[in-house]
T-cell receptor, first 114, second 112 residues
């Protein structure tokens, strides 16, 4: 099955700096890669996603890059703010028939220091 | 308001008791999912259902059971056979043909 590794497990940055979180996946058939943000005690919320036919996608301060050859993808947050502090999860997904299952990374606790 | 509701937010049970976690969605989504989250770990898939009256096991289905009698409801029962049931349980749903899964607020289960 698919295996997703995520690094680092914790990340502290100064407000205004950039943060980068990296994930690798094992199954070359994976073709959908979402990123979720989870605040304490809440369910994860989708912040950005990318499909395998695209190398980069940007939404305001958030961007995701995908390298299919190397089987890794990264989340970039620029101009970080204290409200960006949360746990971030990457995931990889394979479409099997009409079902799409997500395999998640282990999460990154991002702390933005004021 | 459209969304996914999970109740209760916190649940305490004695060891050896079965417990059922509720998940309801009014998004008219076809597929629903149950995940388990442990501290410092990612989400692991327990069960999922693509249509009413049909469901499949995920990666860690042992000790759990589900039903899907209505499109909007997908309850999860944690049985006494589950060796380590204390965890944060998340329900999700998505529309057929689309990729994005939307999550509920979660239920934290503590077995004493």
């Amino acid at each position: 099955g698919e295996n997703v590794e995520q690094h680092p497990s914790t990340l502290s940055v100064q407000e205004g700096d950039s943060a980068v979180i990296k994930c690798t996946y094992s199954d070359s058939a994976s073709n959908y890669f979402p990123w979720y943000k989870q605040e304490l005690g809440k369910g994860p919320q989708l912040i950005i996603d990318i499909r395998s036919n695209v190398g980069e996608k940007k939404d305001q301060r958030i961007a995701v890059t995908l390298n299919k050859t190397a089987k890794h993808f990264s989340l970039h947050i620029t101009e970080t703010q204290p409200e960006d502090s949360a746990v971030y999860f990457c995931a990889a997904s394979i479409q099997s028939g009409s079902a799409r299952q997500l395999t998640f990374g282990s999460g990154t606790q991002l702390t933005v220091l004021p | 308001d459209g969304g996914i509701t999970q109740s209760p937010k916190y649940l305490f049970r004695k060891e050896g008791q079965n417990v059922t976690l509720s998940c309801e969605q009014n998004l008219n989504h076809d597929a629903m999912y149950w995940y388990r989250q442990d501290p410092g770990q990612g989400l692991r898939l327990i069960y999922y259902s693509q249509i009413v009256n049909d469901f499949q096991k995920g990666d860690i289905a042992e000790g759990y059971s589900v039903s899907r009698e209505k499109k909007e409801s997908f309850p999860l029962t944690v049985t006494s056979a589950q060796k380590n049931p204390t965890a944060f349980y998340l329900c999700a749903s998505k529309n057929r043909g689309l990729d994005t899964q939307y999550f509920g607020p979660g239920t934290r289960l503590t077995v004493l």
